[in-house]
Every structure is written in C-alpha cells, then in structure tokens.
C-alpha cells in the first residue's frame, strides 16, 4: 500500500467519522427533544384529568344556577381558583352566547401540546332551560 | 461502520418520535372535538329533549314521539345539518339500570382517511332524570 493509498484512506475514515458523529449528535438532539415534548403532552393530560374531575365534583354537588349563562360564569371562577401545575397556561373563556365555556391548556414550552375543552353546564345538570 | 450504522439507527429513532408525536397531537385534537360534541349533545337533550335519556337512538326518529320531531332527532344524530366535517351520533344506549348511558362518537372527516371514534359514559341522575357527567372512555380510531 503506498503512501498515497494510506492517506486517502485516512481521508475518508474521518469524513465517515465526522458526518456519522453530526447525525449521531443530531438525532440524539431529536430523540431529547421528543421526549421533551412527550413529557409535554403528559402533563397537560394530566392537568386536563384533575380539572375534568373537578368539574364532574362540581356537577354533582353544586347547586343548580338560575341560568345557564351564570352557571358558565361560575364554573370559570370555579376553575380559576383551581391550582394548575407548572409549565401549562390555562385560559378559560366564556362562549359568545355565554351557554359554556372553552377550557384552553398548553404547555409554555411545546405550543403543540395543547387541549381545548368544551364545558356546557346544561351537560352536567348545572342549569336547566329558561 | 460501526458508527454509521448506530448513527442511522438513531436517526430512525429519531424521526420515528417526531412521527408518533404528531400523531398523538392528531389524536388528541379529535378527541377534544369529539368531546365537544358530546357537551353539545348531551346538553340539548338535557335542557330540551330529556325523554331521550332513556330510549336508544334507533327510537328517536320513531313515528310518533311527543318530545321531539323525527326533523330534530335526525339533526341531533347528525351533529348538525348533514355537513361532511360534522359528528355523528352512532349509538346512545342506555343500560338496564337506567342509570348510565353509552354514547359512541363519530368524526368523519379524519386525515389520511381514518374515521375516529370516541366512546363516553353518561351519568344520570336526580329528580326529574338529567345527565350529570360525561366521561371519556377512549378513543377508537376505525378505519372509515
């Protein structure tokens, strides 16, 4: 083998060792960061089960309200004062005709991990018709 | 060698994550719109047509019922007025106790396809019977 030879080869070993080590780095990057985003969707999951059981605590022992407008209105004071964990934005948001209420998590890291309820307080016997 | 191939092999994995993950954001905005529609369902029944709480949907459009019109009941199952991205309703069937109802949920228009299916449990109760609580059983993701 000349010396010629020997070069080449070390050429190309390297630059088999250098772009195997960049997708190395960068699918290990990938593989972090779906995990991360994994670890995302579990806890607005989670934060959507702990809320999902208070609302169905509040349905079936709340009082019945004179309307189903105020019903709403009760239910997202209800919730605001709820503890949420942290990491996830709540937003809860009166409907147009204020019949119910869209219950909004997201994680403040992953904007993909995100769940958007709809809570109407006739479903749940909080309010009857007018 | 031994590198590249451990290299590819966790680029695999890699992608194969952000694949699943995507179709687990998928799978959850279904659920939430299935959802809703259950909300919206249960609550038309609870505050205008409460004599459906008892009685399996194939009755509702029957000839004859004094609580709803066959024009209404059809709407109701249809999630709407027959648009293809609406829910239907395909099965509402109460059980022996009188207490419980299953309510099956479908969303037609899916990606790639697919039809999604949600399952819920409908708790009744009280004097006069309403429906109190909705509960997620899962999501069915049938094929279309």
Do not use: Y
Not at chain 2, 53 to 78: K, Y
Not at chain 2, 105 to 115: V, W, Y
């Amino acid at each position: 083998m000349t010396m010629a030879e020997v070069a080449l080869a070390a050429v190309i070993l390297m630059g088999s060792a250098s772009a195997s080590a960049q997708i190395w780095a960068s699918s290990m990057a990938g593989i972090h960061s779906a995990q991360q985003r994994q670890r995302a969707l579990n806890r607005i999951d989670g934060e959507l089960i702990l809320l999902q059981n208070h609302w169905q605590q509040v349905a079936q022992f709340g009082p019945l309200a004179p309307s189903c407008r105020v019903a709403s209105q009760q239910l997202i004071d209800d919730l605001q004062q709820t503890p949420l964990g942290s990491g996830v934005d709540r937003q809860l948001t009166l409907l147009p005709e204020g019949e119910g209420l869209m219950v909004s998590l997201q994680d403040h890291n992953e904007p993909q991990a995100r769940r958007d309820q709809l809570v109407k307080p006739a479903a749940l016997h909080l309010c009857e018709a007018a | 060698m031994g590198l590249l191939l451990s290299s590819l092999s966790l680029q695999a994995t890699s992608l194969q994550s952000q694949l699943r993950f995507r179709s687990q954001v998928q799978a959850r905005a279904d659920q939430d719109q299935l959802s809703q529609a259950a909300q919206k369902l249960v609550s038309e029944i609870n505050l205008l047509h409460p004599c459906l709480l008892h009685l399996p949907e194939q009755d509702w459009t029957r000839a004859g019922m004094d609580c709803i019109d066959a024009s209404r009941a059809t709407w109701l199952l249809q999630g709407g007025d027959g648009s293809p991205a609406d829910v239907h309703t395909l099965a509402w069937q109460p059980d022996a106790s009188g207490k419980k109802v299953m309510l099956l949920l479908e969303l037609p228009k899916a990606p790639r396809g697919t039809a999604r299916r949600g399952l819920f449990e409908i708790g009744l109760g009280g004097e006069p019977i309403r429906a109190w609580s909705i509960q997620e059983q899962g999501l069915l993701g049938a094929q279309s």
